[in-house]
């Protein structure tokens, strides 16, 4: 079976991404890993390049920065990675420049690769998603709980939307089996100037100049406390290779998590995925 890892990134450093770490917590399934480095102005194709590894095959790619709409061109780029892995590769790891996936899961997702049935174009993952710190996950039903990050190469799989999932053309969802194996996201966690830069250029892939200017505060640091959602304090384990990214970190976030922010949606749709096990609302897969 030979599998490959596939990822994009631009400026990873100026926005403090762990996109390293990213590609270290796939390596051990994969047989090489294609990262797209678009054009950057902070040295990431030379992150990318020090890391030393011989099975990560760097793609450069040009952005079309003229979409701004629905984050369409991240899809565009996770695309173009795709495109560039090796033709006799029978499964291909999707991961973002701010997922990194827990170690303890990968004998599991090695295994659902190995035994998913031929009709299977994918495979589901869970999430944990951090806000704030790496010491709180997002425990509110906006936080989406399970996605597709392995896909069957050559079947039509394209990325969808904004990049957060597959579709299969025409338009079909894709038929998945689950892994247990965890992607945690650390979007949300960055040293707050590095957010506030972040947050500034991440709006203008989905919105015009007039909006954003109404909707991203000019600060210096970014103010956790504005997009505060439902938190719970995490107890279990970073990847390993996130150790040295946490020992480092500079900043502190604590916040009150006895108080419930959830809305009745949020309960309702909780409800219905912990004790019934239903999904409600997004569900960009077809579970076999």
């Not at 030379?46 to 890391?51: A, N, Y």
């Not at 710190?133 to 939307?161: F, K, N, T």
């Amino acid at each position: 079976m030979f599998v490959s890892g596939f990822t994009f990134i631009r400026n990873a450093v100026r926005y403090d991404y762990p996109v390293v770490e990213a590609i270290r917590s796939i390596l051990p399934l994969c047989d090489e890993v294609v990262v797209a480095v678009g054009r950057s102005e902070d040295g990431t194709r030379e992150l990318i390049e020090g890391m030393g590894e011989p099975r990560v095959r760097v793609v450069e790619t040009v952005w079309d920065d003229t979409l701004r709409e629905g984050g369409r061109v991240l899809a565009l780029e996770t695309d173009k990675a795709l495109a560039a892995v090796a033709p006799e590769s029978d499964w291909c790891i999707y991961i973002q420049g701010d997922e990194v996936l827990h170690e303890d899961g990968l004998p599991a997702l090695r295994a659902a690769m190995a035994q998913a049935p031929p009709e299977a174009d994918g495979i589901l993952v869970k999430y944990r998603h951090f806000y704030g710190s790496y010491d709180y996950v997002g425990a509110s039903a906006g936080w989406y709980r399970h996605e597709i990050r392995a896909v069957r190469p050559g079947r039509g799989v394209y990325s969808y939307r904004d990049a957060q999932g597959f579709r299969k053309a025409p338009d079909r969802r894709l038929r998945v089996v689950r892994a247990e194996a965890w992607m945690h996201h650390y979007g949300w966690v960055k040293e707050p100037e590095a957010m506030q830069r972040k947050q500034e250029n991440f709006h203008r892939m989905w919105h015009d100049d007039a909006w954003v200017a109404a909707h991203v505060v000019p600060a210096a640091a970014f103010d956790y406390g504005r997009e505060l959602r439902h938190l719970a304090r995490f107890t279990g384990t970073h990847p390993a290779v996130m150790a040295e990214r946490i020992a480092r970190r500079n900043w502190t976030f604590e916040t009150d998590i006895s108080v419930d922010r959830r809305t009745w949606k949020d309960r309702v749709k909780l409800f219905c995925a912990e004790q019934l096990g239903l999904e409600l609302g997004y569900a960009n897969y077809r579970l076999l």
